[in-house]
């Protein structure tokens, strides 16, 4: 029977460790798709951890998720479901009152804007939010931030664009690798060429790419892809040019001058005897408008680029070309309002999840061209775009958008103030929502505090920054930014309260969560710590009567369970009523019968050193007999107390 019984319980923990370990692959696999934007994709993840420990976790972002496909009668039931929770943090607020101002529920909206106000007093996007209700744009990220530095081979010429393929870095470059080569007009440098460098190298030189990609023309946006027999091929840009002859569009001058060539095509390379050759000028372009910036999905299915051909809703719009299993590419389609606009959209990028990415002018930005993300739903339809946001984007140009498969690293290209350059690569780093979590535990017995409030200070202001309680196992979390100073406030009714400071300062941009449990001394008061009621006597009576028992059943199991190492004292009292020696041998036997109930449920006797009686000696209110008190305040003075006179060895009562 024991065999049997030890096999179950261990079936039973390796269950669980399984079943946490799947949970914990669920999570990671649903976050990363949240931070690719792939909201569609992330949902059916999320709703796999509905019914495990991180339940709550899985209802916040399936309501984002919903919130950002502005699909806003779904996120409701999900924000229902955590935002009354009081560990809930205060930033949902804000999010859930978008969501009901978007559902048309403007009264509820207006109530948990106030209350969001309430612990964000200097946020400015409540009074944006009201002002243009520019939902995505205001609710993405507040909390995620992207880090971004130059790269060691940018120089004072252009270097733009980047692609990742076998471990190398491709960019386009106009620098000038010997002294003779031919300089472009237009910026007096020299014509762009396609470079590679390792990735992640501080120190690599780069190198230009071999054989017929590179030409006397401009070249960039180079990506790589497969073709129907799974060989690896390139799409790339360059100008009007192929096979030596010019566009016929192309203005020429007298003396030759090719420097107002300006129309851009689209070429796809292949590798020949091992020698990259340019094979195929597209069907998608023309020689009266421009087609370039190439990208494709991973599944290879379609071919995403910039244009300014006619019948576009402004100067450059972003187009898709489906690509047929033998190779061949189909009839350009535009991507519709949602992304382009009477501005310029360029420089498309689709991420391993089929997310489109993309520069423009004419959506709402910090500057000139910023980085936009597109939102789809589950059928691949476009809901919305959002502004990466600063610093990723600047007050000027910042384009060419690549992330790596994890979703975290990747490059840009901007000709912000401080580069070297004219334009100039970026890396740049994803730095997700920064979660503060601890566990609250009685520092003698390290049992976890549940209903303990926690309040989160800034160091600098003394502004309160967000609430939340620990839940049943006595853990807490909430969102917190990096670079601050913070205190923690722990408080419960049954523990003194407690201050923790704690600081964000250094925490690595790769973290994603710290760590800060509290423990929290105990008050040495048995009617505090028990959650006692007065334990009452009737009138000359000592027996316990049953509402006595129910609240001594908590001493015992105070003591019993909770501080089995603690000692007390008992002491009981009387009303005022009788003589000081009548009620002196009344209240030890309430005392006594006290103590032997308690030892009858299991305490040990040297775990309550005395008991005692003090009749009448210790009123508590200011009844002195029948004549001046009525039965309620007799009744208040027959009572027990315990004095803790120890928690444990190294926890004693002070004493008085």
Not at 286 to 311: C, E, K, Q, W
Request: aromatic fraction near 12%; charge should be positive; charged fraction near 25%.
């Amino acid at each position: 029977m024991k065999r049997y019984n030890l096999i179950s319980i261990l079936f039973i923990a390796f269950f669980g460790v399984v079943t946490m370990t799947a949970q914990s692959t669920v999570q990671k696999r649903a976050d990363q798709l949240f931070y690719k934007f792939a909201y569609a994709k992330a949902i059916p993840e999320y709703e796999k951890m509905v019914t495990g420990k991180n339940s709550v976790h899985a209802y916040q972002r399936l309501a984002e998720c919903y919130l950002m496909l502005r699909d806003f009668e779904k996120a409701l039931p999900y924000f229902k479901r955590f935002i009354n929770e009081p560990e809930t943090p205060t930033n949902y607020y804000f999010k859930y009152a978008m969501a009901l101002k978007s559902s048309g529920q403007e009264k509820e909206a207006v109530q948990w804007l106030k209350r969001y106000r309430k612990f964000h007093k200097n946020d400015a996007r409540v009074k944006q939010f009201l002002k243009d209700g520019n939902l995505a744009s205001v609710v993405f990220n507040s909390r995620e931030r992207y880090e971004v530095e130059p790269v060691h081979f940018n120089t004072r010429y252009s270097e733009f664009g980047s692609f990742v393929h076998d471990g190398q870095l491709y960019f386009s470059s106009s620098r000038k690798e010997v002294a003779s080569e031919d300089i472009y007009g237009w910026n007096n440098e020299s014509w762009l060429d396609v470079f590679h460098v390792t990735e992640g190298s501080t120190m690599d030189v780069p190198r230009k790419f071999q054989g017929e990609i590179n030409s006397k023309f401009h070249e960039s946006s180079l990506v790589f892809s497969t073709d129907y027999k799974n060989d690896t091929i390139v799409y790339f840009t360059r100008n009007s040019y192929f096979q030596n002859k010019e566009s016929f569009f192309t203005k020429k001058k007298e003396d030759k001058n090719i420097e107002k060539l300006n129309n851009l095509k689209i070429y796809k390379g292949e590798k020949v005897d091992g020698v990259w050759k340019v094979t195929r000028n597209l069907k998608t372009n023309a020689d009266h408008y421009s087609t370039g910036h190439p990208t494709v999905n991973t599944d290879r299915t379609l071919l995403y680029f910039a244009s300014d051909r006619p019948g576009g809703y402004g100067g450059t719009d972003i187009y898709y070309c489906k690509i047929h299993p033998r190779g061949g590419v189909g009839l350009p389609v535009n991507a519709g309002p949602i992304i382009n606009t009477p501005g310029n959209e360029m420089f498309p990028y689709i991420n391993n999840e089929g997310q489109l990415f993309f520069s423009s002018d004419g959506h709402v930005g910090f500057g000139q061209l910023d980085v936009f993300a597109a939102i789809s739903d589950e059928d691949g339809n476009i809901k919305d775009v959002i502004n990466l946001g600063k610093p990723l984007n600047s007050e000027k140009d910042d384009f060419g958008y690549y992330a790596m498969d994890n979703g975290v690293d990747g490059y840009v290209s901007s000709n912000r103030k401080g580069g070297k350059g004219s334009d100039d690569i970026y890396k740049f780093k994803f730095i997700p929502s920064l979660m503060l979590e601890g566990t609250v535990t009685d520092a003698i017995n390290l049992q976890p505090l549940d209903s303990v409030a926690i309040s989160l200070f800034d160091q600098n202001t003394g502004e309160l920054v967000q609430k939340t309680m620990t839940n049943d196992q006595g853990k807490y979390e909430m969102f917190v930014n990096r670079g601050q100073n913070y205190l923690i406030e722990a408080v419960r009714k049954t523990h003194p309260h407690k201050h923790v400071y704690f600081s964000t300062q250094t925490v690595q941009r790769v973290t994603k969560t710290v760590v800060q449990n509290i423990e929290l001394e105990p008050v040495m008061d048995v009617k505090v710590l028990a959650g006692l009621n007065k334990i009452y006597f009737d009138f000359n009576k000592s027996n316990i009567r049953p509402d006595a028992a129910r609240e001594l059943d908590k001493v015992v199991k105070l003591m019993s369970e909770t501080y089995p190492e603690m000692v007390i004292k008992l002491e009981s009292h009387t009303d005022p009523v009788g003589s000081h020696n009548y009620n002196d041998k009344l209240s030890e036997r309430r005392a006594k019968s006290t103590y032997e109930y308690l030892i009858a449920n299991g305490i040990p006797r040297h775990r309550i050193i005395s008991y005692k009686g003090f009749g009448k000696r210790k009123l508590i209110n200011d009844c002195n007999g029948l004549e001046d008190c009525n039965q309620d305040q007799l009744e208040l003075n027959r009572r027990t107390e315990f004095p803790v006179v120890q928690l444990n060895n190294n926890y004693l009562a002070k004493s008085k």
